[in-house]
Each structure stands twice: as C-alpha cells, then as structure tokens.
C-alpha cells in the first residue's frame, strides 16, 4: 500500500556527489519547489514507527509547504549522533528521545525550552521533561513496569504482594509466584520508591538511606522465601512467563511483543508492598518530543508538537502504536477506554515516579546495581552495601577540580615537540644516505599515510586532548594533567579495588595473555591435525571450524551469556547431565573470567588455525620425517622441528592477537557485564564507562584510553625487540 | 600429534582425529545452530532452551526484515543490502590499493623511517575508537563527506589499512626478489615490475587482505549509523541495530537478519578458504 507521503515531493540529498562519484552518493533525489523541511530523529520501530509515520502523515496532508523528514536511528546510535550532529548545524529540528538524557542536554545546550505549556498532558510526564523549571519538549508516550498476570494460573490479579507469596501453596510445582529482573535497579526500583525511599534526598543525590536498605532487605526476603527464581535476566522472565512457569511478571510495555499468544493474561497496576501498605512505584520514562536548539523552523516544529500530542493523533498512536500515550483525553475514546492492557499502564502513570533527568542520575545506576548484586547474592547486608555505593556515586558525580592555567602546559607542548623535531632531524642526519636512497620509496607509502594520518591519527590527538580537560555537567574545564595523576596515583580508591587502574589493568593482562594463549594452542593442535594427509573431510572441517569468524561478534557475545545462566543455561545443563553441580557462572570471579574467556576463545581460535595452516605449507615434510628416523617422538617432533619453524608466521600474528583482545570491548560488555563487582572489566570497558554511565566524564575516560594506548606500546616495543632478535637469529 | 610418515595411520588415530574434530565442529556449531533457531521460531523472545533445533517453524522473521519499507513506501532491505556491498566493496578496493603500494616499499625498499613505519601501523590498531568518534565526525563534516557512502568507505578503509599492510608485506616477503631483479635488469621500472610480476603472484594474500577488509566495513554499525542521516543510506547492520532497543531485543528478527548478514560473509570463506590458508600472513615470514 503506497504512503500518502510516496506523493510528496522528496528532499534533495543535503550533500552533492563528490568527485563525480554519483554511484556513491546516496539519495540524490529530484528536488522538487522547495518546500520547508522540518527534521525529525527518532528510534522508534516497528508499530510504534507506524504509528508515527501515519500522525506525520496526517500533518502533511494538511500542511503542503512542509515536508516532514522523519529518521529512524537504532536508540544506542541516537544520542551520539544528536550531540555530534546538533552543535555542527546537521541536527533535526525534533528528536524523540526518553526524557534521562533532558538534563545533560539541556546543560550542553544541545536543546531549547518548549515554546508551549503542554496542556492536557500527564503532570508526572511534563515533570519528567522539566530542567530548571523550564520544561524541555512535549511527553508523547510513557512507559513503566507494571504486573502481568497468567490468568491460566492465577485468576485475578494480586493486589499486594502478600497475596503474591499466598500463592506459593496453590501454584503447581516448579512454578514461581514471581519473575522479575530482580538484580537490575531499574526492575528494583518500585520496592525502592514503595518503602518510600529514592536516589534522591531533597537535592542531594543519596542512595544510602535507611528506606533504601529496607527495600533491598525486602527485595532479598523475596528470594530467600523461594518467590523468585535465580539470576533473572529478561530472556528467563519470558521463558518462564510463556511456559506457564511464573504466575505474575514485573516488566513494561515492551514485554507484550514477546508473550507467547497461547498465555492468557491481564496488566495490572504493581501490588501494594504489604509490610508498608504503600504501592509499589516504577520509574515513569517519558518518551518526550523535544526541540533542537539548532532548530531552523521553531515555530513550525512547535506546530507538530501540538498535532502529535493532540487527542486523535494520541488515539492513533495509542491503538496503532500501542503507546501509553501521555495525552489525558486520549483514554476517554472508546476504542481507548475499552482497552484493558492501556488502562492499566494508564494508571501505573499515577502511581510512577518520574526518572530524575539529570547526568547525576545516569551515574547512580553502576552503584545501585552493584550494591542490588552484593545484597541478592547475600554477599553484604543491605546497609553495608548501600554504603560503599554511595560512595562510588559521590565519586562520579565529583564536581570538576580547579581550572589550570594552560600557559605552561602549552610552553611544555612546544618544548616537546621541538625536542621531537630534533631528534627526529638527528636520526635524520645520522640515516642521510638511507634517506637520499630511499626516497623513491616515500611516494610508495605516501597514500597509506595520508589517508591514515588524516582519518586515524587527527581524530586520536584531538580525542587524546580531551583527556587534559573535564567535563561536568556539560561544561569542561582545562586541568592540565590532572586525570593522569588521579588515575596513576589511584587518588580515590585502594589500589586493590576494582575501580583502580592498576587492577584493572592486571585483569587485562591476564584476560589478554590467556586468550592469546588458548587462541594459539588451539589453532596450533587443530591446525596440525588439519594437515594430515590422510584426514579424510579435511576441507569440510576445515570450513566448519572457520565459522566463528564470520558471525557478528555482538550477537555471538550474547549466545554465550545465555548458554552461561546458572538455572536455565545449556552448560550447566551438560553440567548436570555429567552429574557435576551446577555453577552459578557470574558471581565469582573465576568463574565470570573463565565465561568471557571461552566465549572470546571461541571467536578467536580460527584466526591462528588459519595462520598456522598457511605456515604449515611451507614446512618441508622431510625434516620431520628425518627426525622421525631418528627416533624423535611426535612431541619432540613438534617442539624441536615445527615449533621454531612456525615462529616467524605465528610471532606477528600474536602481537596483533593480542593487540585486538587488549581492547576486546564487546566481549566483556555483553557477556559478564564486568560482574562480579566490576572484578573482570578490562580497561577499555572501564573507559566506556567513565564515559557514557559515570556522569559523562569525558575527560577521564579520554585519560583511559591515552593509558591503554600508552601500554600497548610499550608492550609493541617489547615485543618488537623480539621480532628482531627473531630476524637476526 | 603429528605424523609425517607416509605410511597410513592406525585406524585408532584416525578415530581418534575425527572425534577431536567432530567434537570441535559440535562446540563451534552448537550457538550458530541457535541464532539459526531464533531466527526460525516466530517469536521475539531470546531463546533460553538448550536445544539447538526449532519446535515450530516459520520464515516469519524474514519476512520481516525483507519486508521494510520506508515512508515512501520503498523495499528497504534491497537498498541497504545494495549500500553494504557497495561499502564493503570500496573499503575492499581503497583498502588494499592504499596498503599495496606500502606494503611492496616496506618488503623490497630500503627508506628512513620504514621500521618506525611499521610499528606506526600497529600503533593505529591501539588507538580506541571511544575517543575518536566525534573528532571523526566533525572531520568528515569539514570534509564534505557526511552521508556519503564513500566517506564511511573511506573511513574504514583507514581502519583496515595496518592489518592489510602487515599481511601483504608479510606475503611480498616470502616473493622471491631475482625475478623483479631480472625485470628490472631489463630495463622494466619498479611500478611495471611491481603490477605485473608481484602483484599477480601475491594473489591469495590480495583475496584475503581483500576479504578482511571487507568484513571490517560488513559489520560495522556505530560510525555507520552517526555518520549517515538517511534511512536509504544506512548499511545493514544499522538496520539490525534497530532491533536491540533501549528496553527489550526483537531477538527473532535480529537472529533473523544476523544469518543474512552473514552469509555473504560465509560464502566468501567459503569460496577463499583455499586463498585464507596460503594467504593469511599477518606480517610473518613464512617458512
């Protein structure tokens, strides 16, 4: 079915082909008579996008001078991509965005002030999108937790969670009265803000109070009782709400795609916490529509904002989108107020508390959690933990240090780079004749250089100067060295805890050197069965042991985190069957290493297989055969013949190996989330979150990331040493 | 282990050897066969049943991810299918036209700086790519060459460039020098020697360097999607990147579009395995 907007004239690409190159440049549509182009970015799929689209629609019909360019941007792309593009003039006029990332914008000035006062919307959801009593865009859409019911096991939904741990007698066995994500703060929070507690005391951001404690008390009381099962994660919450294993689920609108049609079941408001006779309260996210402050046409992106949240394009998005829409008349429609599951979002809105929209909130989630995991594990008492993670918060929300005076820091630059100019001149002078002779060969690598000194180097030192600055709050102060020396000097922690550098920096090591081990070791013995002549299938093999490298790291990283769970994952299921007991991967650190370690083992081992197959070739077969005369085993074979042989090919392809494994970020992001406490992040994970979940400080993580630069290459020198001795011997 | 001798094994060792390989197959397979599984299942839960085959099946999260249109009401997939070979296919061509020529000067030519060069290469694959992605935008910006496929191209032929430097430098080096001396005896310059005696005979390290720099621009999603503010635009694994929201995974369709994803990427290993094992040097000198 053609859109109505196939009719509209399109945009002219924003860019002209370069060089002629039209092949390459996209989208270099006919441009019609210029109609006003009002930029929208969102991340919304599936019926929400439709939903969208068609209320896009509807507004061009009645607007014929304006063009809507709406953009769909995968949501861990569209923060990036909005602060890089907005600041450049490249950003849209609107972006929907959930309402957390208000604060950090609104203090970059990446956004502006809505020009209206949101009438008939949600007063939680405006309270949601407010920075300063300036309220930043319009809430469109809201999502919360709530509970879903299997009416097949439990006929009417429990109104309090005395009644959740009532149906313990009455469930059939192996059937949890409960499933939720209990050691995620988010899935946490309803006990939290039910006891009465918060993140927040007044203005401070505390997460040590006493309300806090009696939840996660709460909260551990729910497992010990048997309610729940272990080590929830979101994929065993469905499994066992689909197959009829959980009796009631705490999860949000989202979770409705996932439900197996065969499961009948009813949404209804969280249950009051019995022990408080308070409800318990979800987050509210807000789903806001919020102005660029680039923005060309304000008036006219106003005009949207007023025809997307008005009652019939909330009924639409409400029907088709399945939206909790933030729009109050919405729910008096009929096809609205008919609708059970809408409803029951509708009111968990009156009972949720808005997210906080500040940076200082993103940097309470990593404490939270850790201190969630410590008390569910029963490794600490509630008070103990929430103690340690108030002060990991205070320590990422630490206001910037004084600014530095740049002066010296500059003459310093110029003093290094002229030494840098003279010995480079001395080298120079000393290899005259090799740079006389050899200056043919410059125009050789001219290409390779150019391109990387302009595409790779020039992006680094600009990156790598960040690291002289913080950033706090959107705005960024030079201090010199500073995040160098706290960092080396581990100002702020113990050298042993996991935040320090140095022990991460022995966790990288170590995570490094055995992988690049058993990468080698299992290439090398599979490779060398490989070669044998008379292996039959060898090709098929060697066809099928190559796979790994060809899947997409991300999506294999998740696999083994599933295959890894404690009561559900298929290796203790082969555990079990072996008649072993069942680890429980992730709350220990060996065992979380051991987890990241085959997975990444398992990705990386066909990479030597393959070096080791080609260097294997040309490997004369007599020697070994001359030594076999002799009597050599095939150990002694192997370690005195092939071994030396295989070095010069294997030698590289180690330094690269383990080059790559260093700065192996995905694995240990997806699969052990850095857990147990943080114990097995390596430091390029830790970078990342100084970067995106410690309140944004980018200049510390720039810090990191000149650190792990600066290691690798004294390890390259090392290892260059060694690739000479190699040559010369 | 190993057995040079001519002379057939016992039937014990081949046993032996097939097991081990069986085994390794079985541990290698096993987590594909289950993203093959989500894909095939019509639902959009992750998979936490140890089974690695489907109860029911259905093309259903194909047709999904075939199916996207865009505003304009326009098949999607094939435009971005098309965006992502033409991508991966210049990055393939820029990344070893750039690194060939150096790769030659730094195994035959004798210049100052060429080991410090060397190791400058290596240092780029150090450099984390956290740090470097606003400076990268802001420079394409400058540049004219946002939105452009030939920008992102560009960019990660540049990322490509030291692995593909090392592994062609590694295989001109075991090219024995007497029959460029030869070419060069008679009158031949150092360009027409080096296009038409080393280059034809480094073929199966030209069709890896090739192939790996290929699957750097295949898979690539983050710069992809900062870079390029069309959805016609947009390279695949932007596409499937769309799956994983902020609050719950689409796992049937990601599955669904990880397989397509890779198995253009398998046909070709398939198709160059025999090129993947002579050529791979990765900067070592081979026997």
């Given amino acids: 079915m053609p859109s109505p907007r196939a009719r509209r004239a399109r945009a002219p690409h924003p860019r002209a082909p370069l060089l002629g190159l039209a092949l390459l440049a996209v989208g270099a549509r006919p441009a019609a008579a210029a109609p006003v182009e009002l930029k929208l970015w969102h991340a919304y799929r599936g019926q929400e996008e439709a939903a969208l689209e068609a209320a896009v629609d509807a507004w061009d019909e009645a607007h014929p001078d304006v063009v809507v360019l709406t953009l769909s941007i995968p949501p861990d792309a569209l923060k990036t991509k909005f602060e890089a593009a907005a600041p450049r003039g490249n950003g849209p006029d609107l972006v929907i965005s959930a309402h957390e990332r208000v604060g950090a914008w609104a203090d970059a000035s990446l956004i502006a002030p809505w020009p209206s006062d949101g009438a008939g919307l949600h007063p939680a959801a405006l309270e949601a999108l407010r920075r300063d009593g300036a309220l930043y865009g319009l809430p469109l859409a809201t999502k919360s937790l709530a509970l879903f019911v299997n009416t097949a096991l439990v006929p009417v939904a429990p109104r309090s969670t005395d009644e959740i741990a009532a149906l313990v007698g009455t469930l059939p066995p192996g059937v949890f009265p409960l499933a939720y994500q209990a050691t995620d703060a988010y899935f946490h929070a309803p006990w939290m803000h039910g006891f009465g507690g918060g993140v927040q005391d007044g203005d401070q951001m505390r997460l040590d109070r006493p309300e806090n404690a009696a939840a996660l008390g709460f909260a551990r009381g729910l497992l010990e009782a048997g309610l729940l099962p272990e080590e929830p994660t979101g994929a065993l919450v469905t499994q066992l709400f689909n197959e009829g294993l959980a009796a009631t689920v705490i999860n949000g609108p989202w979770f409705l795609g996932e439900i197996d049609p065969k499961v009948n079941f009813v949404v209804a408001p969280l249950p009051v916490i019995s022990a408080v006779g308070k409800p318990a309260a979800p987050y509210l996210t807000v789903e806001g529509l919020i102005l660029s402050a680039h923005a060309a046409q304000p008036a006219l992106a106003a005009a949207l904002g007023a025809h997307l949240t008005s009652p019939a394009e909330a009924v639409r998005r409400a029907v088709q989108g399945r939206q909790t829409v933030a729009t109050l008349a919405a729910y008096d429609d009929p096809a609205v107020a008919q609708d059970a599951v809408l409803q029951a979002f509708r009111t968990q809105m009156d009972a949720a508390v808005p997210m906080p929209n500040g940076v200082e909130m993103g940097a309470t989630w990593e404490p939270s959690a850790r201190a969630l995991r410590r008390v569910m594990r029963g490794a600490e008492s509630p008070e103990a933990a929430l103690v340690l993670a108030q002060k990991e918060l205070e320590f990422f929300n630490k206001p910037p240090p004084p600014a530095a005076d740049p002066t010296p820091w500059l003459v310093l630059l110029g003093l290094g780079l002229v030494a840098a100019l003279i010995v480079g001149l001395r080298a120079a002078r000393r290899d005259r004749a090799l740079l006389v002779a050899g200056a043919g060969a410059y125009a050789w690598v001219a290409p390779a250089f150019l391109s990387m000194g302009l595409l790779v180097l020039a992006p680094f030192v600009v990156g790598a100067g960040v690291s002289l600055f913080a950033h706090h709050n959107g705005a960024w102060t030079f201090v010199g060295l500073r995040n160098f020396i706290d960092i080396l000097l581990s100002r702020d922690w113990p050298i042993t805890s996991s935040f320090s550098f140095y022990a991460t920096l022995v966790v990288t090591i170590l995570w490094t050197a055995s992988n690049v081990l058993l990468h080698v070791g299992i290439g090398v013995a599979l490779a060398m069965l490989l070669r044998e002549p008379w292996l039959k299938l060898r090709g098929f093999y060697r066809v099928l042991l190559i796979v790994p490298w060809a899947v997409p790291n991300y999506i294999t990283a998740l696999i083994w985190k599933g295959m890894f769970h404690r009561q559900f994952g298929a290796i203790n299921g082969l555990l079990v069957a072996l008649g072993l007991e069942p680890v429980s991967w992730f709350s220990r650190f060996s065992t979380a290493f051991a987890a990241n370690l085959v997975t990444n083992t398992w990705m990386g081992f066909p990479f030597m297989m393959v070096v080791t197959l080609g260097a294997l070739q040309a490997i004369p077969r007599d020697l070994e055969q001359a030594a076999e005369v002799d009597g050599a085993s095939a150990w002694q074979r192997f370690r005195h013949v092939i071994l030396p042989l295989l070095q010069p090919a294997l030698l590289p392809a180690v330094v690269l190996g383990s080059v790559w494994t260093f700065n192996m970020f995905n694995i240990i992001y997806l699969v052990s989330g850095g857990e147990p406490d943080g114990g097995t992040e390596i430091l390029i994970s830790e970078a990342y979150r100084w970067a995106f979940s410690r309140g944004n400080r980018y200049g510390y993580a720039s810090a990191y990331a000149v650190l792990i630069f600066g290691v690798l290459l004294l390890y390259s020198r090392a290892t260059d040493r060694l690739l000479a001795r190699q040559q010369v011997g | ?287």
């Fill in chain 2, 1 to 287: 282990m190993s057995s040079p001798s001519a002379q057939a094994p016992s039937p014990l060792r081949v046993a032996a050897a097939h097991a081990l390989l069986v085994v390794a197959c079985a541990v290698v397979l096993y987590p594909v066969l289950w993203v093959l599984k989500m894909a095939l299942t019509p639902s959009q839960a992750f998979s936490m049943d140890p089974s690695p085959f489907p109860t029911t099946v259905s093309l259903q999260n194909f047709r999904d991810v075939l199916g996207t249109v865009d505003a304009y009401g326009e098949a999607l997939f094939w435009r971005q299918l098309a965006n992502s070979v033409i991508v991966a296919l210049v990055t393939s061509a820029l990344g070893v036209g750039l690194s060939c020529t150096a790769a030659y000067a730094m195994s035959r030519m004798r210049f100052f700086g060429r080991e410090a060069s060397m190791q400058a290469f290596l240092i780029t694959q150090m450099f984390p790519g956290v740090v470097m992605l606003i400076p990268l935008y802001i420079l394409l910006d400058t540049l004219g060459l946002l939105d452009s496929l030939l920008g992102l191209a560009l960019v990660y032929s540049t990322t490509s460039i030291p692995f593909c430097t090392w592994n062609l430098k590694g295989y001109f080096d075991t090219i024995p020098r007497e029959l460029e001396e030869a070419a060069l005896m008679d009158g031949a310059d150092r360009w027409t020697t080096f296009t038409t005696i080393v280059l034809p005979l480094a073929r199966p390290a030209l069709a890896v360097t090739a192939l790996f720099s290929f699957m750097t621009a295949w898979n690539e999603f983050i710069l992809a999607a900062t870079l390029m503010s069309d959805e016609r635009a947009y390279t695949l694994p932007v596409v499937l990147q769309k799956y994983v929201g902020d609050f719950s995974t689409e796992w049937g369709r990601f599955a669904a579009g990880a397989v397509l994803v890779s198995i253009p990427v398998m046909a070709l290993f398939f198709l160059l395995q025999k090129q993947l094992v002579d050529g791979l040097t990765a900067g070592g000198v081979k026997g």
